[in-house]
């Protein structure tokens, strides 16, 4: 079995001899929490990516691009409010602003080449943590077919020992991280719609904190 195609939490699970050591090893939570400001990670540590998080855009501006990833067809001109920021290239009427936008979003990777993301990461054992890119890291600066994500939900990388810790989040760099790959099929399923969803719940939940 490929482990990369897996879930990584699998009991049943068998890792290569080069991916051992690091699949055995659980995120320190104790070494976090008592240690109040930094930290280093004390040995490598296998991760699967499972959520990802554009730290860098407005939520309404990923709402427009997952959006127009979703059904293209449906996005208007008047959408594009951020059209010189998304690499997504339309045809566009400008005569007839009340018309959809015809053609495919073409993938880019302008965009993720400047934003931020916050990794939520899983080890073998299940434990979650939080990674914060505090370099543009190689492997986050493509983007997926079909995704506003960089990579797909579900690749596996390894978290080198000596990785900065603070208050248990760990600093990413790209000497500090070997990417593998790999995905998890069902955590890409209906993706777009559900980051769709789950975004206009955070706009609103923003709304509801303002006051009227």
């Not at 879930?7 to 929490?33: E, K, M, N, V």
């Not at 506003?148 to 991280?177: C, H």
């Amino acid at each position: 079995m490929n482990y990369l195609l897996l879930d990584i939490t699998s009991p049943a699970l068998r890792f290569p001899p080069a991916i051992l050591a690091p699949s055995r090893t659980r995120f320190p939570f104790q070494l976090a929490i008592n240690v109040p400001d930094e930290a280093n990670l004390p040995q490598a540590t296998l991760f699967q990516v499972v959520d990802i998080c554009n730290i860098t855009e407005l939520l309404i501006t990923q709402l427009d691009n997952w959006e127009a990833l979703h059904d293209p067809s449906s996005v208007s001109v008047d959408k594009l409010r951020n059209a010189a920021n998304t690499g997504i290239i339309r045809n566009v009427d400008l005569d007839a602003s009340d018309q959809p936008i015809q053609g495919p979003p073409k993938p880019s990777s302008s965009n993720n080449r400047t934003r931020t993301f916050k990794l939520t990461l899983q080890d073998t054992l299940g434990a979650l943590c939080y990674g914060f890119e505090m370099e543009k890291l190689a492997f986050l600066a493509g983007q997926t077919m079909g995704s506003d994500f960089p990579i797909t939900l579900g690749a596996k990388l390894v978290v080198k020992s000596g990785t900065l810790m603070v208050k248990g989040v760990l600093f990413l760099t790209n000497a500090s991280v070997e990417f593998l790959g790999g995905e998890i099929p069902a955590l890409n399923v209906d993706l777009a719609k559900r980051q769709i969803e789950r975004l206009k719940q955070e706009i609103q939940a923003e709304k509801n904190k303002t006051p009227s």
